[in-house]
Antibody
């Protein structure tokens, strides 16, 4: 059974840095064709892809947030960490991590973690 | 960057067929995936690679993709199908690699 779970603060202040951890089980991030991505969803809005790290440590970021994001992995701990700097109230959202399956031009997310709601407020 | 456009809402009576479109420039040349998100829950993959279903997804869910439109079809709609649905593609030609659609709320009347 494959599971992912997000953890981190539920409340951060504006300008602070957010650190989220995705802890997963049932697969290895050292397996070719596997990645872990972060996707967020502001309340009542659509999904927005943020970042992704691949099995070979290649990384991709959303261009609109690239300057604020860092994604890393710890294969031995089965964890992926996302940091987002200079948080703003507009970053209030539920943050999901999800496993990516990569087959060249075919890339999809399955399964997803339960998500964690992060509120940015002073 | 690549944009995927979905209708905000689709309403359907139980037992009927719901069709959810996902529009994008030459989307037929890409592989489209669909996610179902019920209220308060995480998204769940229901169709991948245009028309394949993951294990455990009912045959009532099917997909197609051609030209500038991909379509998720839900046959014999049930009350439990009421949810938001998102399409997604991988776009290697832009910096925004993983693109999600705007989402469609399916309401079962």
């Amino acid at each position: 059974q494959i599971t992912l779970k997000e953890s981190g603060p539920t409340l951060v202040k504006p300008t602070q840095t957010l650190t989220l951890t995705c802890t997963f089980s049932g697969f290895s991030l050292s397996t070719s064709g596997v990645g872990v991505g972060w996707i967020r969803q502001p309340p009542g809005k659509a999904l927005e892809w943020l970042a992704l790290i691949y099995w070979d440590d290649d990384k991709r970021y959303s261009p609109s947030l690239k300057s604020r994001l860092t994604i890393t992995k710890d294969t031995s701990k089965n964890q992926v960490v996302l940091t987002m700097t200079n948080m703003d109230p507009v970053d209030t959202a539920t943050y999901y991590c999800a496993r990516l399956l990569w087959f060249g031009d075919l890339n999809w997310f399955d399964p997803w973690g339960q998500g964690t709601l992060v509120t940015v407020s002073s | 960057s690549y944009v995927l456009t979905q209708p905000p809402s689709v309403s359907v009576a139980p037992g009927q067929t719901a069709r959810i479109t996902c529009g994008g420039n030459n989307i037929g040349s890409k592989s489209v995936h669909w996610y179902q998100q019920k209220p308060g829950q995480a998204p769940v993959l229901v169709v991948y690679d245009d028309s394949d279903r993951p294990s455990g997804i009912p045959e009532r869910f099917s997909g197609s993709n051609s030209g500038n439109t991909a379509t998720l079809t839900i046959s014999r709609v049930e009350a439990g199908d009421e949810a938001d649905y998102y399409c997604q593609v991988w776009d290697s030609s832009s910096d925004l690699y993983y693109v999600f659609g705007t989402g469609t709320k399916v309401t079962v009347l």
